[in-house]
């Protein structure tokens, strides 16, 4: 039949991640159809975009807000005329829970399991580019047994798409870079609220492509660890 000689990829719209912050606010990814058909990937590197400058400027405001409730603590102890401090103070008396593991792990979930979905991302990159590579390699071995068969056109393809797997690679590795710093703003943001997390990807010993991935696989099973003892 005709029908059958259509080439067709089927393509299909990734979900969007959000993120509930305190209070009850919601951050979502957002599908940019400027950049080409959006991938999950995408949609989450559109998020991870938004939370970092949310979180950085969280921590101060959590931290002022815990001095806010220790002055409510002093003021309804204290043996003075101290009304007027806590009138002003019930306003915020609802945000309080956010400096409580409770109030806060449903925020530190959904941040380190966006995390972990960017790395898996991620990694599939990288085991990409790794296969780009291993085929251009044997190609490359094809070329070098005789090299008088080889067309000019086939030798200038060759070291383009070696060029190519190279850049591939390095972009693969730089899009790492934001997942660190964002772990670290997420460990200050849980240690406000008495939450403690050990997160840090290093991979700067790594011997190899190959060796990154295997940390990263560890790292992302730390993640889910350390999501699992949350109390949510």
């Known amino acids: 039949m005709a029908e059958d000689l259509v080439p067709c990829i089927p393509l299909e719209l990734p979900e969007i991640p959000d993120i509930t912050l305190i209070g009850g606010a919601k951050l979502s990814g ?11 990937c995408t949609v989450n590197a559109s998020l991870m975009l938004q939370l970092a400058p949310v979180l950085a400027s969280l921590t101060p405001l959590l931290k002022i807000l815990a001095v806010i409730k220790g002055l409510k603590a002093a003021a309804e102890s ?5 009304g007027d401090l806590l009138s002003a103070i019930a306003d915020l008396v609802p945000l309080f829970v956010a400096l409580t593991p409770a109030g806060m792990a449903v925020t530190i979930a959904g941040i380190l399991r966006l995390i972990i979905s ?11 580019a790794i296969s ?12 070098d047994l005789n090299p008088a068969a ?16 190279e850049i591939t690679m390095q972009g ?6 934001p997942i660190q710093p ?4 997420v460990t200050s943001v849980a240690g406000v609220a008495g939450i403690s997390l050990d997160l840090a990807i290093d991979v ?25 003892a949350l109390p949510v």
């Open 30 to 40: 957002f599908l940019d159809f400027s950049q080409g058909m959006p991938t999950q």
């Open 78 to 82: 204290a043996f003075l005329d101290s």
């Open 118 to 128: 960017f790395m898996k991302c991620f990694v599939a990159q990288l085991e990409s």
């Open 132 to 143: 780009f590579q291993a085929n251009i390699s044997a190609l490359q071995a094809e070329v």
């Open 150 to 165: 080889v067309s000019p056109v086939l030798l200038a393809s060759l070291s383009c798409a070696k060029a190519n797997a």
């Open 172 to 177: 693969a590795m730089a899009s790492l870079g």
């Open 182 to 185: 964002l772990l670290e703003v």
């Open 204 to 228: 700067s010993g790594a011997a190899d492509t190959s060796e990154v991935i295997s940390t990263l696989k560890t790292t992302i099973t730390s993640i889910e660890e350390a999501i699992n």
